[in-house]
């Protein structure tokens, strides 16, 4: 499961309806931009897909506080591309919401579910 460090203390990252209601919202491609840009390790998108994530804690985290994380992670090599592409893909490409759908999307596309995989390494 994926974790995450935010005001020194680690949280399980996970989506829940909301987070994904909130991550669908924020383009107008809905879930399929929303993959895309998971496996892409967007660096816009990811503060929005680790703030969804964390929206299961009850802690009411604000994005703001979610980038400031992110800011010290990578300041404090903590958090690289590598790291980014890996956690957003765990969370929204591995979730069980959206899992099945990448499957058929990268079935007729071979050579690009082997470039992920290479990424995901």
Do not use: C, W
């Not at 909301?18 to 929303?34: A, D, P």
């Not at 990578?74 to 759908?101: H, M, P, R």
């Amino acid at each position: 499961m994926a974790r995450f460090e935010i005001n020194g203390k680690e949280y399980e990252l996970k989506l829940t309806f909301e987070s994904v209601k909130y991550l669908n919202g924020l383009f107008e491609g809905g879930s399929f931009e929303v993959i895309g840009k998971a496996i892409m390790g967007d660096l816009n998108t990811f503060p929005h897909i680790i703030h969804a994530a964390l929206f299961h804690t009850g802690e009411n985290f604000a994005l703001k506080d979610v980038e400031k994380a992110i800011d010290e992670a990578i300041q404090n090599e903590k958090l690289d591309l590598d790291g980014i592409v890996k956690l957003s893909n765990e969370i929204v490409t591995n979730s069980f919401f959206y899992k099945k759908t990448v499957d058929k999307l990268l079935k007729e596309n071979k050579e690009a579910k082997k470039a992920i995989e290479q990424l995901l390494k």
